[in-house]
């Protein structure tokens, strides 16, 4: 057990599947590929800690384009808009969507997504503090989203864990609001560092708030200056449109592929 | 804390590619630009290990420094952040260390 912040273990994981019976299918875990142990006693292994997530992740990539679908892991911190933004977009873009919720507890946001309309697996982390690709692999056979689908994994709301952990996703937005001050890209550089598309949320709130938008823009851009940016108010609607058009493209393998989105 | 999942993936893929020896020492590259913290995941080796045959091994942790290479004016740098900023003033900034996440070695018994 972790005391940093008390985040656990994987066994108190559970997906399940809103609306429906909460059955879920255990997933393709991949393989073992052993190697002969070398008999001297210093044993060189030169392996990425994180091989067999990113191993996983493959497979759900792999798993995904079989199925032509798209997935899009969307990550910020607690309370900057990620399931607002997410109903409303279900009500006004013209997509087949499916999501994966990730929380630590409670079905709450699947209830929301599954009331606007949307099919939704919520997976509760326990005391873990983001998804991994297992977990999302349970996610997206619980999910099981038709062909051509944009799937949305609504992350747990963190702006430090999630980053590291690859989960078979097409493209990484993080989303950062504006009451959140302009100061976020600087402190977790990590996070902003491997977005394609960062939006910038509650810009409806600005005329409120001792931050411009001028300061969001270059603070994001000193950690993530290839990333897209799009200034969105998902509760008024302002700019949404171009978030739409994003799915979209990603959504479009032809163009996906020439023009790679973000 | 992602450090708990990281030791794990540490500790996992140790057995998994040495099953069944005992390991008294594992090297790690823990790169200074990685966004783990070698001070948790040291105190999460020690609770992950046991049971294991990783149980009581040392942990030898060495963070390779941040360094860069600026497309602009072709300096190289130390990196001691994220913030991909040269000098000279560009952002076009490639980072060439620093994110090392990487199992070097095992000593068994």
Partial sequence: MCATCGCGDDAGVRVTTVGHDGHSHAPDNGHDHPDDPDRARTVVLEQRILAKNDHL???NRTWLAARSCVLVNLMS???SG????LERTIAEAALPLGVIEGDQETLVDAQRIEAAGCPVVQINTGAGCHLDADMTARGLRALDPRPGSVVVVENVGNLVCPALFDLGETRRVVIMSTTEG???PL??????VGAHLVLINKVDLLPHLDVTLDQIVTNVRAVAPTAGLLPVSATRGEGMTHWYRWLERLASPVIDERHPAG | MHELSITRSIVESVVDRLPGRRVTLVNLDIGKLSGV???ALRFCFELVAAGTDLDGAALVIAEPPGRAHCAECGSDFELDALILLCDCGSADVRVRSGHELRIRSVEVA
């Fill in chain 1, 57 to 59: 992740a493959e497979h």
């Fill in chain 1, 82 to 85: 990620k399931t607002s933004l």
């Fill in chain 1, 187 to 192: 402190k977790y550089p990590q996070m902003f």
């Fill in chain 1, 77 to 79: 911190a607690p309370g």
């Fill in chain 1, 182 to 184: 302009p100061d976020k």
């Fill in chain 2, 37 to 39: 913290e070698p001070e």
